[in-house]
């Protein structure tokens, strides 16, 4: 079985301040690890993903992500967050060892940064 | 390029009816589906489908049917609505047998809304 958590239904901060979204996982075997972000009474849009390889991942809009095996966790950082970040943002997971590729999603983190 | 397309955009449909939401895309993705969005709940997996000719259940599979006749077109229909289908749909594909690109792609979303 997979699974995402994200424990923040909220994050709140100010414009110019670093970003971080919380991500933990559950899988049985290797996770492909993805952070999609929607924008109000939009489609998900794909930020990064996490395959193999180095833990640090860099994806769109200046965001990144790190991947931590032994806390299971796959954490979205910002350095300096933008009033533009503000939007729903969700993890998701696949779990390789299983024989199909559907995703995971987590319950989503709203993020409002305020100028 | 279009990418993936859904309609309608809204619909609002009373208890009883049938419905059928479309979706298409031009991107020659092999994988589709279907999810429903709902606030507290991320997104979850109502149907699936590998390829054409297939498809498979997801998390939330009862009281919807879908079917992939060809590789462009994955249509979610709704034989008798109830007001728990309230929700947002969206629709997603994948090109999952390429491996490093089976991130999923997002439709724009369908709002729909049972009386």
């Known amino acids: 079985a997979q699974s995402v958590a994200q424990p923040e239904d909220q994050v709140n901060v100010a414009e110019g301040n670093p970003l971080t979204v919380k991500c933990t996982y559950s899988v049985s075997g290797n996770p492909y690890l993805f952070w999609y972000v929607q924008y109000p009474n939009r489609g998900l849009q794909f930020l990064l993903k996490?395959?193999?390889?180095?833990?640090l991942v860099k994806g769109s809009y200046g965001f990144e992500a790190e991947f931590n095996k032994s806390q299971t966790s796959f954490h979205l950082k910002k350095p300096s967050a933008l009033v533009s970040d503000s939007a729903l943002y969700f993890c998701?997971?696949?779990?390789?060892?299983?024989?199909?590729?559907?995703?995971?999603f987590g319950a989503g983190t709203t993020v409002t940064v305020r100028a | 390029i279009a990418g993936i397309t859904q309609a309608p955009t809204s619909q609002i449909l009373a208890a009883g009816r049938r419905m059928t939401l479309r979706c298409t895309q031009d991107?020659?993705?092999?994988?589709m589906y279907w999810y429903r969005q709902d606030l507290g709940l991320g997104l979850r997996l109502i149907h699936y489908?590998?390829?054409?000719?297939?498809?498979g259940k997801g998390e939330v599979p009862d009281g919807y049917s879908v079917s992939r006749a060809n590789t462009d077109d994955f249509p979610l229909t709704l034989a008798s609505a109830v007001p728990s289908q309230t929700s947002v749909y969206f629709c997603a594909s994948s090109d999952f047998w390429t491996g490093s690109t089976d991130t999923q792609y997002f439709g724009p979303g369908t709002r729909l809304t049972v009386l």
């Open positions: 489908s590998n390829t054409a000719g297939t498809t």
């Open positions: 991107m020659r993705h092999n994988a």
């Open positions: 998701a997971v696949r779990d390789l060892s299983s024989n199909d590729y559907k995703l995971s």
């Open positions: 996490y395959i193999t390889g180095d833990n």
